[in-house]
């Protein structure tokens, strides 16, 4: 079984402040995901990355795919309370063509 | 509707009784998905349904568990003999078509199961 590692596990900073937090495994996906999730609500799907050392934007988020398709991170540029949440990797599994695999979260908090 | 819905929203049930959880896909999504997510944890998956066959029920933790979608569209997750440790937020997700790189899932809010 792949497993997703993801780190920090908790993140309290200031507004406007830059964070940028890690996924990793030592397993190879075909693809990874980035979800956040809202007490009380299920994960919404932020991006998906497919090529290794893919890069992309999503206003102040920025994913990067690592170049063996073993890693990813995510980056908030000048961040906002509105940014605030868990966030959560996801694999697809090689073997199975719809499981995909999530890492434990990382629960963010944006300080006014 | 216009979501993933799932019902009940919170279940508080005791140990040892028998406990269903419904979830409404969207309409059109032939894949449907369950996963259990305990309390600082990522979600767990659990099995997934392509039409109304369990194409992979790898997750599920034992033989208590047990999942239908007998026409192809709602899902029911079944628990049987229910255990303290049952206790976790199941999520349901749908998707329009499994076995794609994207595979965007759209999950519902989740059923809460408390076993005392």
């Known amino acids: 079984t792949q497993l997703l590692e993801q780190s920090p596990q908790f993140l309290s900073i200031q507004e406007g402040e830059n964070l940028t937090v890690y996924c990793n495994s030592s397993?190879?996906?075909?693809?990874l995901q980035w979800y956040r999730q809202e007490p009380g609500e299920g994960p919404v799907l932020l991006v998906t990355?497919?090529?290794?050392?893919e890069v992309k934007k999503l206003k102040r988020l920025t994913f990067q795919f690592g170049d063996a398709r073993k890693d990813s991170s995510l980056h908030i540029t000048a961040a906002q309370p509105g940014d605030t949440g868990l966030y959560l990797c996801a694999g697809d599994e090689y073997s199975s063509a719809s499981k995909i695999i999530f890492g434990s979260g990382t629960r963010l908090s944006i300080r006014p | 509707g216009a979501g993933v819905s799932q019902t009940p929203s919170n279940k508080v049930t005791e140990k040892g009784k028998y406990v269903e959880l419904r979830c409404d896909p969207i309409?059109?999504?032939?894949?449907l998905y369950w996963y259990r997510q305990s309390l600082g944890q990522g979600p767990e998956f659990l099995i997934y349904?392509?039409?109304?066959?369990?194409?992979?029920d790898s997750g599920l933790p034992n033989d208590r568990f047990f999942a239908v979608r007998p026409e192809g569209s709602v899902s029911t997750l079944k628990i049987q003999r229910t255990e303290r440790g049952d206790s976790a937020v199941y999520l349901c997700a749908s998707s329009l078509s499994p076995g794609s790189s994207y595979n965007e899932q759209f999950f519902g809010p989740g059923t809460r199961l408390t076993v005392l």
């Open positions: 397993s190879v996906f075909s693809s």
């Open positions: 309409s059109g999504h032939t894949a």
């Open positions: 990355v497919v090529t290794g050392g």
């Open positions: 349904f392509q039409g109304t066959g369990a194409a992979d």
